[in-house]
C-alpha cells in the first residue's frame, strides 16, 4: 500500500542472525526428512565392521601368542629330545644350531636388509649380513702413515686379518683366557666395502674384553652431511664380554652399551699421545638415538661426531716408541682439546 505505513518483517539472515544448524542436515540428510532405511543400514554396517575388526584383532593376538608359545615348546622338544638320542642327538643338535646360525639367518637377513636398509651414508655401518652394525663416531684427518703414527704412539695395537689361522687363535684365546694382543675383528662394511684396518687395546690380557676400532677411508671427493670433507671414518667401541647374536644365535663378542665413553677414550689417548693433534668436533652431527648393532647389542648415543686432525703427526716419531716421543708430561694441546671434545672423562 501506499499510505506510508512501513511493513514489519522478521529479521532475515541479513540482519546478522545466525542460522541454526539443522540436525538432520548435520547428519548427512536434508533438512526436515527423516533418515530413512539406508542411514540406518549405514550404522549398522559400520557396526559390524567394528566388531569383525574386534574379532580379527583378538584373532591375530592370539595366534601371535600361540606361535610364540608353540616355538618356545618345540625348542624345548628339540632339547629334550637330543638327549634321549644320546650323543648322536648332541651332535645332530650342534649341526642343526650351525646351519640355523651360520647359513639360514645370515641369508635371510641379506635377503631383507637388501630391501628395507639403505645403501647410502646413514652413519651406520653394516655386518656381513647387511644389519646395521656400529655407529660410525670418530672422523681424522690426514694421511695413512699418520694415522698409523698416531694410533702406535697413543698405545694401540694394530688388529690382524681375519684368516683360517687367526680365527682359531682367538678361539682358543679367549677359552683358555690368554693374551691375544692383535687379534682380529669381524668384518663391518662402510661405502660397500670392509674396514681398511683396525686397532685395539687389550684388557687385562683377556681377549674377550678390549677396546677396538675400525677405520674406513673415504672415497674421493666424498662430503660429510653439511660439507665437511675427511679422509677417514672410524667406529669404536668397547668388547665386554663373547655371547651370542639375538639376531643370527651366531657367536660374537658383546659391546657396551655407552659408545660415547669408548669415542672419548680413543680421542683422549690419541691427543694425550701427540702434541701435534687436535680435534674438531661437530655437534649433533646424528640425532641421538637409542638402538641396536648387529650382534643385537644396545648402543646409545650423543650424536656428537670429533674430528681428529693428525695431519702433523711425525711419521717418524712411531721409530721412537710411545715413552719417548711423548714423555713424561701431557701435551697441554692435546689435553685441552680432549676436554673440549669430550666433555667428560676419558675412562673406558
Known amino acids: 500500500m501506499s499510505d506510508g505505513s512501513v511493513a514489519e518483517r522478521e529479521p532475515g539472515p541479513e540482519a546478522g542472525a545466525e542460522p541454526v544448524p539443522d540436525a538432520a542436515a548435520e547428519a548427512g540428510a536434508e533438512p526436515?526428512?527423516?533418515?530413512?532405511?539406508?542411514?540406518?543400514a549405514g550404522s549398522e554396517a559400520e557396526s559390524a565392521r567394528a566388531r569383525r575388526f574386534s574379532v580379527a584383532s583378538m584373532l591375530d593376538?592370539?595366534?601371535f601368542v600361540f606361535a610364540g608359545v608353540a616355538a618356545?615348546?618345540?625348542a624345548w622338544l628339540v632339547f629334550t629330545q637330543s638327549f634321549e638320542f644320546g650323543w648322536?642327538?648332541?651332535a645332530f643338535f650342534l649341526g642343526f644350531w650351525l646351519v640355523l646360525a651360520y647359513l639360514v639367518l645370515p641369508r635371510l637377513h641379506r635377503i631383507l636388509t637388501t630391501i628395507y636398509v639403505p645403501d647410502y651414508f646413514i652413519g651406520r655401518a653394516r655386518t656381513s649380513d647387511g644389519l646395521l652394525g656400529d655407529p660410525v663416531n670418530l672422523a681424522f684427518e690426514g694421511s695413512e702413515a699418520s694415522l698409523h703414527a698416531a694410533m702406535a704412539l697413543a698405545g694401540w695395537t694394530r688388529a690382524d686379518d681375519v684368516t683360517l689361522a687367526t680365527s682359531w687363535r682367538i678361539v682358543t684365546s679367549t677359552i683358555t683366557r690368554r693374551s691375544y694382543d692383535e687379534a682380529p675383528v669381524s668384518p663391518l662394511f662402510l661405502f660397500g666395502r670392509q674396514q681398511d684396518f683396525a686397532y685395539q687395546q687389550e684388557v687385562e690380557g683377556n681377549p674377550a674384553r678390549r677396546h677396538h676400532v675400525r677405520f674406513w677411508r673415504t672415497p674421493d671427493g666424498w662430503l660429510l652431511p653439511g660439507g665437511r670433507r675427511v679422509e677417514w671414518l672410524a667406529a669404536g667401541t668397547f668388547d665386554r664380554a663373547v655371547g651370542f647374536s639375538i639376531f643370527t644365535l651366531q657367536i660374537t663378542h658383546k659391546i657396551d652399551a655407552d659408545i660415547d665413553v669408548e669415542r672419548d677414550h680413543i680421542v683422549a689417548t690419541v691427543l694425550t699421545a701427540n702434541p701435534n693433534a687436535y680435534v674438531e668436533v661437530l655437534r649433533d652431527f646424528s640425532t641421538g638415538y637409542h638402538s641396536r648393532n648387529g650382534g643385537g647389542d644396545t648402543i646409545r648415543?650423543?650424536?656428537?661426531?670429533?674430528?681428529?686432525?693428525v695431519s702433523e703427526v711425525p711419521i717418524g716419531a712411531i721409530e721412537a716408541g710411545p715413552a719417548d716421543?711423548?714423555?713424561d708430561s701431557v701435551p697441554v694441546r692435546g689435553a685441552d682439546a680432549a676436554a673440549s671434545a669430550t666433555g667428560r672423562g676419558a675412562d673406558g
Open 325 to 327: 716421543a711423548a714423555g
Open 61 to 63: 593376538g592370539f595366534f
Open 32 to 40: 526436515g526428512v527423516e533418515p530413512g532405511p539406508e542411514a540406518n
Open 88 to 90: 648322536f642327538g648332541i
Open 301 to 309: 648415543t650423543d650424536g656428537d661426531l670429533p674430528v681428529v686432525v
Open 72 to 74: 618356545v615348546w618345540l
